[in-house]
Every structure is written in C-alpha cells, then in structure tokens.
Nanobody, 123 residues
Framework: QGQLVESGGGLVQAGGSLRLSCAAS????????MGWFRQAPGREREFVAA????????YYADSVKGRFTISRDNAKNTVYLRMNSLKPEDTAVYYC????????????????WGQGTQVTVSS
C-alpha cells in the first residue's frame, strides 16, 4: 500500500520561505502525478500545485503562482514544494497526494494522501 509522508512545515514570518518535502513509498513513484493541497481551519481543502509523473508539467493555484514551486525527484521518490514570499493567508495544513498517471485540481481524484504538515505564517 502506498504511503506519503510530509515534512518541512513550521512557523515562519511573513515574507519568509519554507520547503516542504513528501516522501513516497510502497508504489512506483514515477507512475503517479503528485499534488499539494492545503486546508485552513474552517475552510475546505484547496488545490495548491501539481506536477506530472515525469515533472514535465506543473500547475499552480492563482493564489500561489510566482511564489511557490513544485518539483520532484523520481530517483528519491520525493516531491517538493518550495514556498517563497509567504503570507499569513498561506497558513494551513499542507498535504501531498498521489494520483495514478494524470494530474487533477480536484482533491477527490487523488488516490493516496499524506498526514499533513502545519505551515504557520506570522504577520
């Protein structure tokens, strides 16, 4: 069974940076498109970024475009989310997710999820 484990969250001041990692195991990582989602208290889980199985295509929510970068290293079975110029509204639990072959903006389309990592941005 596939497993995803996120790391790299924490507390950062507005304008700062963090890099999240998501380590995958139990499946052939390169068979899966990967996504990052986030959920703030009282809000629905929302799409942040996604990357195709080979890293050739990336997708971003408008709210993070130009500030966040998604990447993957299939040799390390890991996907990353580099977050720059962080804002207080980026505060949320961040989740990585895997979907076989094809990307999607819809959380319901993903097959496997990590446990999440908290990102808190102070003003």
């Amino acid at each position: 069974q596939g497993q995803l484990v996120e790391s790299g969250g924490g507390l950062v001041q507005a304008g700062g940076s963090l890099r999240l990692s998501c380590a995958a195991s139990g499946r052939t990582f390169s068979d899966y498109a990967m996504g990052w989602f986030r959920q703030a208290p009282g809000r629905e889980r929302e799409f942040v970024a996604a990357i195709s199985w080979n890293g050739g295509s990336t997708y971003y929510a408008d709210s993070v475009k130009g500030r966040f970068t998604i990447s993957r290293d299939n040799a390390k079975n890991t996907v990353y989310l580099r977050m720059n110029s962080l804002k207080p509204e980026d505060t949320a639990v961040y989740y990585c997710a895997a979907r076989r072959w094809f990307n999607s903006y819809n959380a319901h389309d993903y097959d496997y999820w990590g446990q999440g990592t908290q990102v808190t941005v102070s003003s």
